[in-house]
Antibody
């Protein structure tokens, strides 16, 4: 079964760029959509954006000016870059797979990484 | 953006109880709704999608219903492992995909 694992620095300085990678194992990265979702400590879930294996993307308008999601199918990885971070970007960052049921893509999230806490602080 | 509002924000219940959690969308979303369960320190787990379809491997005591703006998640007989926080999520109109604020289910 597919497993996802986030990796990247746990501490980022204000105004710098947060960079995370999600590695897909146990299955193919092709034919699916992949997403990033974050959760500030003790708070709710916020969708960041998604990418199709071909490279097409869709972002949350509230973050669009600062976010880039990319994919490397040869490495079975997709990545998140969030620029000009502030303390408000401190959160657990999850990567997730978008559900495909009976060959149809449904924009729910059926497989998640364990999450990685990123703290923005000097 | 479509706002998702869950009620109650928290609920206390006992093992064996029947519990219902409600999610209301700020505009009609047909049946484009999912429910997730999240336990402390863990990633969310998909329970229900398309308002009423049970995700593979999820116990049948979980059920979902609703369409349009009003949705419910029902747990027919609470088990000890069901105490967690539950989130709804809409996938009708995006970006952005949006979640409810969460409902914490606690042991009475």
């Amino acid at each position: 079964q597919v497993q996802l694992q986030e990796s990247g620095p746990g501490l980022v300085k204000p105004s710098e760029t947060l960079s995370l990678t999600c590695t897909v194992s146990g299955g193919s990265i092709s034919s699916d959509y992949w997403s990033w979702i974050r959760q500030p400590p003790g708070k709710g879930l916020e969708w960041i954006g998604y990418i199709f294996y071909s490279g097409s993307t869709n972002y949350n308008p509230s973050l669009q000016s600062r976010v880039t999601i990319s994919v490397d199918t040869s490495k079975k990885q997709f990545s998140l870059k969030l620029r000009s971070v502030t303390a408000a970007d401190t959160a657990i960052y999850y990567c997730a797979r978008v559900l495909r049921a009976s060959g149809v893509t449904l924009f729910y999230f059926d497989c998640w990484g364990q999450g990685t806490l990123v703290t923005v602080s000097s | 953006d479509i706002q998702m509002t869950q009620s109650p924000s928290s609920v206390s219940a006992s093992v064996g109880d029947r519990v219902t959690i409600t999610c209301r969308a700020s505009q009609g979303i047909s049946n484009w709704l999912a429910w997730y369960q999240q336990k402390p320190g863990k990633a969310p787990k998909l329970l229900i999608y398309a308002a009423s379809s049970l995700q593979s491997g999820v116990p049948s005591r979980f059920s979902g219903s609703g369409s349009g703006t009003d949705f419910t998640l029902t747990i027919s007989s609470l088990q000890p492992e069901d105490f967690a926080t539950y989130y709804c999520q809409q996938a009708n109109s995006f970006p952005p995909i949006t979640f409810g604020q969460g409902t914490r289910l606690e042991i009475k």
